[in-house]
């Protein structure tokens, strides 16, 4: 079902939300979480969804953590950046799955940037943004300014926090923030992996650990550090 639902493309978009939304069976909201994370593969960058996943995101509110976790899959596919802050307060949750889901989708936030200019960060900006920058200039001061959603932050303290929180007791929770580290760092080593050099003296040893396994996929000179 959630294949046929993902195929019949944005028109089953109101179904699928609606079945998030109301359903009482826990597999059914998943699956159609799943559908609409199919559907936005399909679209990047479409403005009609804009406003549709603005009013998902109360779904990274969710009392069910599957559903959370979906949810951050959707987001971080969709490359929706103003959920972006959303997605690093779930760094804390309780459910170390919902750690590391969304990790695993603020790393797809910093990949986009190795894409090419015909793949840019989806959903940067609302239509109220583009209205704003496209106005003539007498106009602009009349219109209300935007927030700039567009922006991402890199979330090395949040990560770091859920590093001693879970105290290597969790590997997934280790891995995903090994991905996000190695995502962050891949950008712009050279400006990163210095404010990384307190990371890999932390007295955590989970810490260190995630640091090491993200240096060593980039081959990076600094990994002798640990030796």
């Not at 949040?158 to 290597?168: I, W």
């Amino acid at each position: 079902a959630q294949f046929e639902l993902a195929r019949r493309d944005l028109t089953a978009w109101p179904g699928l939300t609606e079945t998030v939304r109301t359903s009482g069976q826990p597999l059914a909201r998943r699956h159609a979480i799943r559908a609409l994370t199919q559907i936005v593969r399909s679209h990047p960058g479409r403005e009609e969804l804009f406003e549709e996943l603005s009013a998902a995101q109360r779904w990274l509110d969710d009392p069910d953590a599957g559903v959370v976790i979906e949810a951050c899959r959707l987001f971080g596919e969709a490359l929706f950046t103003p959920a972006e802050s959303t997605l690093r307060a779930r760094f804390r949750h309780p459910d170390s799955r919902v750690v590391a889901a969304a990790m695993l989708a603020c790393s797809r936030y910093f990949h986009a940037f190795h894409q090419p200019r015909s793949a840019p960060l989806r959903f940067q900006a609302s239509l109220g943004e583009k209205v704003y920058h496209n106005a003539p200039g007498f106009a602009q001061p009349w219109l209300p300014r935007p927030q700039q959603s567009g922006s991402v932050t890199w979330p090395i303290v949040e990560l770091r926090d859920a590093l001693v929180r879970s105290a290597g007791r969790d590997p997934v929770i280790t891995h995903a923030a090994s991905v996000l580290v190695q995502e962050i760092a891949s950008i712009n080593p050279a400006n990163l992996f210095p404010g990384l050099a307190s990371l890999t003296r932390h007295a955590d040893r989970n810490v260190r650990i995630a640091v090491l396994l993200a240096q060593r996929r980039l081959l990076a000179p600094e990994v002798a550090s640990f030796l």
